[in-house]
């Protein structure tokens, strides 16, 4: 919610897109459409978020596990320019305060991530697997539409969405899911659980 909370931040005095990757929440694309700005999605790792920066001239990138950084500063991971950035926000703003509102503005946000065991040597034969299995629905909810740009992203037509991607630096397959409720997240990673457990 930081990356959320800091482009809205950012937002109110300055224009461009955001960058994120594709396990980063979709309440960054929620705030960005409302300000009329686009959104640039990459596959996990942040030189892909650097290197889509400079493409777009974005404002903002970063990605779900921490990583962020600005337009007009070196394009790598920041943890000073984000400790300024998370104060600067919350001097605005109580940062409790900005998070609730964005979430009432913008619909509620749950997310979740489980790690499967996988040996580095089936991560692509799992996915290639994966790739006959793609369901028609997750939990009830048609799937709209597939994104292949690292692993398998199912977004469903409720708006919730499943992932499911190689770890790039352990022997697993992550599993993320975002969804209106920790309920629904729970639901939609046990179904991922069971979609992939079967192929490693």
Same mark, same amino acid.
């Given at each position: 919610?930081?990356?959320?909370?800091?482009? $809205? #931040? =950012? +937002?109110?005095?300055?224009?461009?897109? @955001?960058?994120?990757? *594709? &396990?980063?929440?979709?309440?960054? %694309? /929620?705030?960005?459409?409302?300000?009329?700005?686009?959104v640039y999605e990459t596959p996990v790792g942040f030189k892909w978020v650097?290197?889509?920066?400079?493409?777009?001239?974005?404002?903002?990138?970063?990605?779900?596990?921490?990583?962020?950084?600005?337009?007009?500063?070196?394009?790598?991971?920041?943890?000073?320019?984000?400790?300024?950035?998370?104060?600067?926000?919350?001097?605005?703003?109580?940062?409790?305060?900005?998070? $609730? #509102? =964005? +979430?009432?503005?913008?619909?509620?946000? @749950?997310?979740?991530? *489980? &790690?499967?065991?996988?040996?580095? %040597? /089936?991560?692509?034969?799992?996915?290639?697997?994966?790739?006959?299995?793609?369901?028609?629905?997750?939990?009830?909810?048609?799937?709209?539409?597939?994104?292949?740009l690292d692993g398998f992203k199912l977004l469903l037509e409720n708006g919730s969405w499943l992932l499911v991607r190689?770890?790039?630096?352990?022997?697993?397959?992550?599993?993320?899911?975002?969804?209106?409720?920790?309920?629904?997240?729970?639901?939609?990673?046990?179904?991922? #659980?069971? +979609?992939?457990?079967?192929?490693?």
């Open positions: 919610l930081f990356y959320a909370a800091g482009y $809205d #931040r =950012l +937002l109110e005095t300055d224009s461009g897109p @955001a960058v994120r990757t *594709v &396990s980063t929440t979709f309440l960054v %694309d /929620r705030i960005a459409e409302s300000h009329g700005e686009e650097a290197e889509a920066m400079g493409e777009h001239d974005a404002l903002f990138g970063g990605e779900e596990s921490g990583g962020f950084t600005l337009r007009g500063h070196v394009r790598e991971k920041d943890g000073v320019l984000m400790a300024l950035l998370a104060a600067a926000t919350h001097a605005a703003e109580p940062f409790d305060e900005r998070v $609730d #509102r =964005l +979430l009432d503005e913008h619909g509620r946000i @749950a997310a979740g991530k *489980v &790690s499967l065991d996988c040996p580095d %040597d /089936r991560k692509e034969g799992v996915l290639d697997e994966l790739e006959d299995h793609i369901p028609e629905s997750v939990c009830g909810s048609p799937v709209a539409k597939v994104v292949t190689p770890s790039g630096t352990e022997p697993k397959l992550r599993v993320y899911a975002e969804a209106d409720s920790d309920g629904a997240v729970d639901d939609l990673l046990a179904e991922g #659980r069971e +979609l992939v457990e079967p192929l490693i």
